[in-house]
Nanobody
């Protein structure tokens, strides 16, 4: 069992940066794969980035070169550094955790626990 709480969302101009954080309550955090997902109005939820317990990383093509996912197991946190933000990045961003991976890092059905989401709005 793990409880996730996202923070760091807000309003930023195009080209700006935001750093999202996800705080996890759970002593087995280091064994979980962690992912960031987003959902824009009228669209399905999509994977943004994910990181396994061993450090394998996945990025969606739309964010490669702009976003960086990282985790600090000692602090039970995962972060998403978002640079060069675009209006199309506007969405609710969710943190999620997978206790085991039955499919790839990018497959959202792997993820068992979800945070409440944090709004990211990028103005043009």
């Amino acid at each position: 069992q793990v409880q996730l709480v996202e923070s760091g969302g807000g309003l930023v101009q195009a080209g700006g940066s935001l750093r999202l954080s996800c705080a996890a309550a759970g002593r087995t955090f280091s064994s979980y794969a962690m992912g960031w997902f987003r959902q824009a109005p009228g669209k399905k939820r999509e994977v943004v980035a994910a990181i396994s317990w061993s450090g394998n990383i996945y990025y969606a093509d739309s964010v490669k070169g702009r976003f960086t996912i990282s985790r600090d197991n000692a602090k039970n946190t995962v972060h998403l550094q978002m640079n060069s933000l675009k209006p199309e990045d506007t969405a609710v961003y969710y943190c999620a955790a997978a206790s085991s991976l039955r499919r790839g890092l990018d497959v959202q059905s792997n993820y068992d626990y979800w945070g409440q989401g944090t709004q990211v709005t990028v103005s043009s």
